[in-house]
Structure formats: C-alpha cells, structure tokens
C-alpha cells in the first residue's frame, strides 16, 4: 500500500454518516411534504364540505329536500280513498293496445288524430270497436276524475332507483281519450267529446306534485296532446260559447300549477366528489333563481347557462356529476315557456272563438277581446310580447313566437317546411 493514499475503509467509514444523515433528511422532507399536501386537501376538503353544508341549508330552508328522505316527504302522501293515481296506475295494465300507425286509429297521415281527415264510416267502426274494447280502462279514468289528490306509489327513502312505469304510460292514456273525444263527436255527442278532454286535462294535472324532471316532461308531452285534440274537435265543429268560457277558466287555472321549484332541487346521492357536488349545488342555485323570474328571462337565463356547459368540452372530475345532470336540468326552461305557450294560446283561442260566436266575425285584434273575453293581453313566454294573431279563409290562428322568438308566419306542424320554423300555434280552421 502506497503510505500517500488514504485507508479506502476509513473514508468510507467517514463519508457514511454524513450520507445517512442527508438520507434521513431527505426521506423526512418527503413525509413532510406529503403530510403537507394531505393536510392541505383535507383542509380544502373540509372547506368545500362547509360550503356544501351552507348551500344545502339554503335549499332546506326554501322548504326543498337535499336528500332522498327529504324528497320522499316532499311528494306529500295522500289518503288512499282520495288518491286518484291509484285508480290511474292500473289504466295502463287493463288498456287494449291498438296498432301504433294503424292507417285510422294510429298517428299516421291518415288517421282520425288529424282534424282535416274524415271519419268515414269505416273509421268510425275502427274507433267504436277500439273504445268499446277500452271499457274497463275508461271507466277507471273516469272512476279517478271523481277523487281530488294525486300520489303515485313511490317510495324514495326505500330506493333511489324511481319507478317510472306510470310515466310511460300516461301518453297512452291521453291519447286513447283523444280517440274516445273523436268517437262521441262523430256520434252526435259534443257534450260527452268535451268530457273526454276535460278528462285527459285530470290526467295530465295528475302529475302537478312529482319533484322529477322526467314527470314534468312527460306532464308537459301529456298536455300538448290534450290540447292539440281540443284544437282539433273546435275544427271539426262548433261548440256552445259556455262550454268554451269553461275551458278556457280551467286551462288558465293549470298556470300557476306548474312550480319549477319542486323539480330543480339538488340532493346528495352519494358516489361524487365534493368538489363535483359542489359544482351542481352552484348551478342548482342559478337554476333556482331563474326559476324566480319572468319565464321569458328564464329561458334566456338557462340558455346561456347552457351554452357555458357545452363549452366546457369534456368534463373534469370536479364536473362529472355536473354536467350528467345540467342539461337535463337546463331543458326545463323551454320546456316551462312551451308549457306557458300551449296553455295561453289555447286560452285566447277559446276567447276568439267566443268572441266570433257572440259577434258573428272574428276580431281585428286580440285587444278587442279585453275585457269580456280576456282579462289582459296574453303575454308569449318566450319573448315577454303579445301572443300573435291572425285570421286565415277559413279561421284564425293564435302563436307563440317559439324558441327563436321570430314570427315564423304561425305555420303548423303540417305547413312547416324549416326545422328554424318553430312558431307555436293554436289553429282554429274549419273546411267548408
């Protein structure tokens, strides 16, 4: 060994403690940064818990669920003698099926739903061997029209999974009354055609107190086929001018029935991160303030709400829950103002109508019904203006402007030849 070099060992032996220490130290500042970071998400995690906390109060204190026991209590429970739905949820099994595009008794070109279509002899036959094959679930409707509270049996504290048969099939029911509306008017029977819409408008109000957006879709899909047979009877025939007066107070009466309070609610199903939860309690927060105001500044509210969701492009975690939930939650307010819309143009149609009865002509205007016939002008939800007007060779027509709040001309479903043609309308035109 050359005396000049160091002991290799002893080196070792010297630099070891020093590298252990460095290690040590090193390991520790590892812990403490991850301790650090844990300590920091939980810190924000309990942060985020808070908000949520205070945003859930506020939804209570509003008097709406935040959890599924809460929302059960909410669709209140009603006595069984006086609960129509009962009656209403055994139509459907006890309904005789027809054929879907049956060319008479279907929704084909053809068929009897369409007012400019004859009901021939033949057609008159199919509807008579269709309503007398639905007896039994006729006779449970009106067995339901004489009860005066609604409750489907749905339990929401039990499961989180909502039965949703009845909802399915409360558009089956309608429309076998539209049929029944036909087959009475084509027997000479206006009084008891009316009675099958009155009817289908109990059916449809069946649905007034469910806290779900799916019931208040089909609600909304319920009543647009209710009043399109109203529309289509009045073009078929005329009617007293006091059974008109009687629908258009019950038609007005369904406007303040429609509370979106009871649908935009935000409760915890579990499974989501806080932070996602906190994000859809924040748009439940806007939603509810838009439901608060005018319905023209809602719909406008909710699309731009809207629009800043879809330009979110894929969701993060933190939005996951957020955007599974926003458009569904979003879509409610058109489908408020179409509600409105159907409802008010039905309305002013019966008043113009009534108005052509007593005076044997049609308005010039719609302020010529005011106040006899209409106590104010009625007001399109869409746009916060007049409902259009316009008399045609053979009636008139009362419109919404729609979602793209442009008079379209008042085209019908059948006239419309541009998706962008999206005019609500209530035609009154009879065939000579």
């Given at each position: 060994?050359?005396?000049?070099?160091?002991?290799?060992?002893?080196?070792?032996?010297?630099?070891?403690?020093?590298?252990?220490?460095?290690?040590?130290?090193?390991?520790?500042?590892?812990?403490?940064?991850?301790?650090?970071?844990?300590?920091?998400?939980?810190?924000?995690?309990?942060?985020?818990?808070?908000?949520?906390?205070?945003?859930?109060?506020?939804?209570?204190?509003?008097?709406?669920?935040?959890?599924?026991?809460?929302?059960n209590a909410f669709y209140l429970s009603v006595p069984d003698a006086d609960n129509a739905a009962l009656l209403l949820n055994q139509v459907s099994r006890n309904i005789v099926n027809w054929p879907y595009y049956d060319?008479?008794?279907?929704?084909?070109?053809?068929?009897?739903?369409?007012?400019?279509?004859?009901?021939?002899?033949?057609?008159?036959?199919?509807?008579?061997?269709?309503?007398?094959?639905?007896?039994?679930?006729?006779?449970?409707?009106?067995?339901?029209?004489?009860?005066?509270?609604?409750?489907?049996?749905?339990?929401?504290?039990?499961?989180?999974?909502?039965?949703?048969?009845?909802?399915?099939?409360?558009?089956?029911?309608?429309?076998?009354?539209?049929?029944?509306?036909?087959?009475?008017?084509?027997?000479?029977?206006?009084?008891?055609?009316?009675?099958?819409?009155?009817?289908?408008?109990?059916?449809?109000?069946?649905?007034?107190?469910?806290?779900?957006?799916?019931?208040?879709?089909?609600?909304?899909?319920?009543?647009?086929?209710?009043?399109?047979?109203?529309?289509?009877?009045?073009?078929?025939?005329?009617?007293?001018?006091?059974?008109?007066?009687?629908?258009?107070?019950?038609?007005?009466?369904?406007?303040?029935?429609?509370?979106?309070?009871?649908?935009?609610?935000?409760?915890?199903?579990?499974?989501?991160?806080?932070?996602?939860?906190?994000?859809?309690?924040?748009?439940?927060?806007?939603?509810?303030?838009?439901?608060?105001?005018?319905?023209?500044?809602?719909?406008?509210?909710?699309?731009?709400?809207?629009?800043?969701?879809?330009?979110?492009?894929?969701?993060?975690?933190?939005?996951?829950?957020?955007?599974?939930?926003?458009?569904?939650?979003?879509?409610?307010?058109?489908?408020?103002?179409?509600?409105?819309?159907?409802?008010?143009?039905?309305?002013?149609?019966?008043?113009?109508?009534?108005?052509?009865?007593?005076?044997?002509?049609?308005?010039?205007?719609?302020?010529?019904?005011?106040?006899?016939?209409?106590?104010k002008a009625p007001m399109d939800p869409f746009n916060e203006q007049p409902l259009l007007y316009r008399s045609t060779q053979t009636g008139?027509?009362?419109?919404?402007?729609?979602?793209?709040?442009?008079?379209?001309?008042?085209?019908?479903?059948?006239?419309?030849?541009?998706?962008?043609?999206?005019?609500?309308?209530?035609?009154?035109?009879?065939?000579?």
């Amino acid at each position: 060994m050359n005396p000049a070099q160091p002991d290799s060992s002893a080196v070792s032996l010297r630099i070891w403690p020093r590298r252990r220490r460095a290690l040590i130290l090193g390991l520790c500042g590892i812990a403490l940064l991850i301790l650090l970071f844990f300590g920091l998400g939980q810190l924000q995690r309990q942060q985020t818990q808070r908000k949520i906390d205070a945003k859930l109060a506020a939804i209570r204190a509003q008097g709406l669920p935040v959890n599924l026991t809460e929302l059960n209590a909410f669709y209140l429970s009603v006595p069984d003698a006086d609960n129509a739905a009962l009656l209403l949820n055994q139509v459907s099994r006890n309904i005789v099926n027809w054929p879907y595009y049956d060319p008479l008794i279907g929704i084909s070109p053809t068929s009897l739903l369409h007012a400019t279509n004859p009901i021939t002899p033949v057609a008159q036959t199919a509807l008579s061997d269709l309503i007398r094959s639905n007896q039994t679930a006729l006779k449970l409707i009106y067995d339901a029209t004489t009860r005066t509270q609604f409750r489907y049996p749905i339990d929401l504290a039990k499961n989180s999974q909502v039965p949703t048969d009845h909802w399915g099939e409360m558009k089956k029911i309608v429309q076998l009354l539209r049929l029944e509306s036909i087959h009475h008017l084509a027997s000479g029977n206006k009084p008891d055609a009316l009675k099958s819409v009155e009817a289908s408008l109990f059916v449809t109000r069946s649905m007034d107190g469910e806290p779900f957006i799916s019931s208040y879709l089909v609600q909304y899909a319920c009543l647009s086929i209710t009043l399109t047979g109203l529309e289509q009877l009045l073009q078929r025939t005329e009617f007293p001018a006091t059974d008109l007066q009687h629908f258009q107070e019950t038609i007005a009466a369904m406007e303040g029935r429609h509370d979106l309070l009871r649908i935009l609610h935000g409760y915890d199903e579990g499974g989501h991160k806080e932070a996602d939860l906190l994000n859809f309690l924040n748009l439940c927060e806007k939603l509810l303030a838009a439901a608060e105001q005018h319905p023209a500044t809602a719909f406008t509210t909710g699309k731009e709400l809207e629009n800043r969701l879809y330009t979110l492009g894929i969701p993060s975690f933190d939005m996951i829950k957020t955007s599974a939930r926003a458009h569904s939650l979003v879509l409610v307010f058109p489908k408020q103002a179409g509600m409105l819309a159907t409802l008010r143009t039905a309305q002013t149609a019966l008043a113009v109508e009534r108005f052509r009865l007593e005076n044997n002509r049609l308005p010039q205007s719609l302020g010529e019904l005011i106040p006899r016939y209409l106590t104010k002008a009625p007001m399109d939800p869409f746009n916060e203006q007049p409902l259009l007007y316009r008399s045609t060779q053979t009636g008139f027509r009362i419109y919404s402007a729609g979602e793209n709040g442009k008079d379209d001309g008042g085209q019908t479903r059948a006239e419309k030849s541009y998706p962008e043609n999206d005019d609500m309308v209530f035609a009154v035109e009879r065939l000579k």
